[in-house]
């Protein structure tokens, strides 16, 4: 069965360390997306992007960088951790051809920066 | 921009009582509007959604919504809840043409379903 899949599930790091969570899906989607998830906020957009070698910002993109290199990774890059970015992190994608672009998430990534 | 309001962030309701999630919505044009569910340690789930037709949407596990647009709204109503359904629920608009369509979600709404 196609699924999408986050590694690690868990993650502690300290403040400066450059970190990088994984997303992974076998769906063969065109679009994924990176959100995070913070108590009385929801789910953030962090990045996103609509193909291979396409990326673009969303609301809280400040300290997070994307690439996109094939259709299946989308790895999220946080390059100088901070104590505001620990979160849960939701990676999800969707198929564009389909009429309401419905969205398929990941387990999540819980990140701790000390 | 569009944005989701849910109104209540704590909602507990006795198992087999009725429940209402409420979600507001703005937007100018025409949305695609969701429910997902979140499970404890889990990844979301989408639970129903409202594309176009039939204002009143259903889920498989007998979860409701109807769409409003007069009012702006898409609540999410069980008639009778069980201990099973306690899980985090986000209410989600999308907007857009194409292959450009993105989430917005709302703030989320805990059901707790006490015994």
């Known amino acids: 069965d196609a699924e999408i899949t986050q590694s690690p599930r868990h993650k502690i790091t300290e403040t400066g360390r450059q970190v990088t969570l994984a997303c992974h899906q076998t769906w063969n989607h065109n679009n994924m997306f990176w959100y995070r998830q913070d108590l009385g ?74 | 921009a569009q944005s989701v309001t849910q109104l209540d962030s704590q909602v507990p309701v006795f198992e087999e009582a009725p429940v209402e999630l409420r979600c507001n919505y703005s937007s100018s044009v025409s949305v695609y509007l969701f429910w997902y ?23 498989i596990n007998g979860f409701e919504a109807e769409f409003n647009k007069s009012q ?26 194409g292959s450009a369509r993105q989430l917005t979600f709302g703030s989320g709404t805990q059901l707790t379903v006490l015994p």
């Open chain 1, 41 to 114: 906020h929801g789910l953030r957009l962090i990045h996103y992007s609509y193909g291979v070698q396409d990326t673009n910002k969303g609301e809280v993109s400040d300290g997070y960088s994307v690439s996109r290199s094939n259709t299946e990774d989308l790895p999220l890059t946080l390059e100088s951790a901070a104590s505001s970015q620990t979160s849960v992190y939701f990676c999800a994608s969707s198929d564009p051809q389909t009429i309401n672009n419905e969205q398929f998430f990941g387990p999540g990534t819980r990140l701790t920066v000390l």
């Open chain 2, 72 to 97: 702006t709204s898409f609540h999410l109503r069980k008639p009778s809840v069980h201990i099973s359904d306690t899980a985090e629920y986000f209410c989600a608009v999308s907007l857009g043409s």
């Open chain 2, 37 to 59: 569910v979140q499970y404890p340690n889990q990844g979301l789930q989408l639970l129903l959604k409202y594309l176009s037709g039939s204002t009143l949407v259903e889920s």
